[in-house]
């Protein structure tokens, strides 16, 4: 069974910083990627940042140059530094982790969400 406990979510003023952290624990095979995707009221969840287990990152279009993602690779963890948030950054945040099951395939699992709000 795999755990993914999230933490740093909350309420700040536009222009401001927060930084989300996910661990992962439990039974946890190979590490194909961790990342950050949210969802705000009426729309679909969508990708935020990702990062793979060779380091490559990506990002939304919408969040480059404003958020940063991080791995501590000895913890199973995941950070998500986000500066100069905006107002339509709100949502619910959640962690993602794939990993690579052998003999079948990549599977996800997803944390309990962390609801990030921006709002003056």
């Known amino acids: 069974q795999v755990q993914l406990v999230e933490s740093g979510g909350g309420l700040v003023q536009p222009g401001g910083s927060l930084r989300l952290s996910c661990a992962a624990s439990?039974?946890?095979?190979?590490?194909?990627?961790m990342g950050w995707y949210r969802q705000a009221p009426g729309n679909e969840r969508e990708l935020v940042a990702a990062?793979?287990?060779?380091?490559?990152?990506n990002y939304a279009d919408s969040v480059k140059g404003r958020f940063t993602i991080s791995r501590d690779n000895a913890e199973n963890t995941v950070y998500l530094q986000m500066n100069s948030l905006k107002p339509e950054d709100t949502a619910v945040y959640y962690c993602?982790?794939?990993?690579?099951?052998?003999?079948?395939?990549?599977?996800?699992?997803w944390g309990q969400g962390t609801q990030v709000t921006v709002s003056s």
């Open positions: 993602n982790l794939r990993v690579d099951i052998p003999g079948a395939g990549l599977y996800e699992y």
């Open positions: 439990g039974s946890i095979f190979s590490i194909d990627a």
């Open positions: 990062v793979t287990s060779g380091a490559h990152r």
